[in-house]
């Protein structure tokens, strides 16, 4: 069985479905996570090398974070609000609006049966000096492998990723990055991936997922 | 060439070299990056089931962040006291105590020529539900095989990573990560490690690194 037979014909323009990647929204939890990513950016580039008041920076920081949990449900009602529903693609560390170490990559499904996306990443996934984190790019690619599979119409979990690095990815540019579910045997599904950038491949990722998942929180 | 020949003989107790990783001071811009990690969490439990004013966060937080930005050198200057001294080991994604994206992991070179760490995970961190997204425990291993090699003594960049994952990762339990330098060829060192919870392994990684580095801003 190949991935041609899962994938779904979008309509024209390419489709972007509920569940495979979330919008994020101006407004809400959404707009508080998009700031909080500006403010993780700021810290890294004042360091300490400011004439802030970086005690009164964490104070207000804490007093916020404070009010957030003292009126969050409890985490396990929260962990099944995380996986009903269109939940399941709002809070993760790769495209979910709600998360702020997520960049967030927003990834759309294309009439070839593959998943591609653009972003930009700053300061915060820095590895060598410039340049993008070679666990960064593991971390976008695993979640794009994962995202391709369900475009495919069969996802499961990672069982082995293997990543080459063929030259450095640039921080501060746009990366293309995309996943393509290449074959299912049983249960093994083979899954393949790259981040790119102007056009050259930085990394390339080739992924074995097992069709299996854990139970959601109920 | 192996490992051994390049491993430092630590005092006991385990020594943890100032440029293996930085030590999360309690305060400056690490009190104000360890502030964010608790509202990035907190952003996450609360999700858009509360009543908390939302608009009124991120106003908090777009104004935090201006205020840091105004005040920050400019990125040229900034990327230059990142590559300075100790500050190599203060900014990244996985150990970098100025980074809120970083859990941070703290990992401490050990006489056998080993590096260890053990860091509890929480929601911004997930995949599948209740567990570590793949791609996280990627990103840390990926970083805590290239500090095992720079306890070895020859470091470098990532050219190929092969991750396998035998069973969940917890998310909320202390996992153990572990990196080691099994062997030098050359320019090509190769390097294995693991995450463990409660003794068992969960994920393990295998990497060939390249000894190069790229030049650092200046």
């Keep these: 069985m190949t991935a041609e ?3 779904p014909v979008p309509s024209e323009p390419v ?12 407004e809400g939890v959404d707009a508080a996570a998009a700031a909080a990513r500006r403010l993780i950016d700021a810290l890294l580039r004042a360091g300490d090398h400011t004439d802030t008041d970086m005690a009164d920076v ?9 009010q957030l949990t003292e009126r969050a449900p409890g985490p396990e009602d929260r962990l099944v609000t995380m996986w009903q529903g269109s939940g399941i693609t709002r809070h993760d560390p790769v495209t979910g609006p709600e998360n702020a170490i997520a960049p967030p990559l927003t990834l759309a499904g294309r009439e070839d049966g593959s998943v591609q996306g ?8 820095q590895g060598p000096p410039r340049c993008v984190h070679g666990g960064v790019s593991a971390l976008l690619l695993d979640h794009t492998l994962g995202v391709a599979n369900h475009w495919a119409g069969l996802s499961g979990m990672t069982a082995e990723l293997t990543l080459r690095y063929l030259r450095p990815t640039p ?4 990366l293309t990055v995309t996943g393509r579910q290449i074959s ?3 249960k093994k599904i083979q899954t393949i991936g790259s981040i790119s950038a102007g056009g050259r491949e930085c990394v390339t990722a080739q992924g074995l997922f097992i069709a299996k998942q854990l139970p959601r929180p109920s």
């Design 171 to 174: 921080l501060f540019e746009p």
């Design 184 to 186: 299912v045997d049983g």
């Design 5 to 7: 037979h899962h994938t």
């Design 58 to 66: 964490a104070k207000q920081l804490d007093a916020l974070a404070d």
């Design 15 to 26: 489709a972007r479905p509920e569940a495979l990647v979330s919008t994020a929204r101006d």
């Design 118 to 125: 653009t972003v930009t990443l700053g300061f915060p996934y």
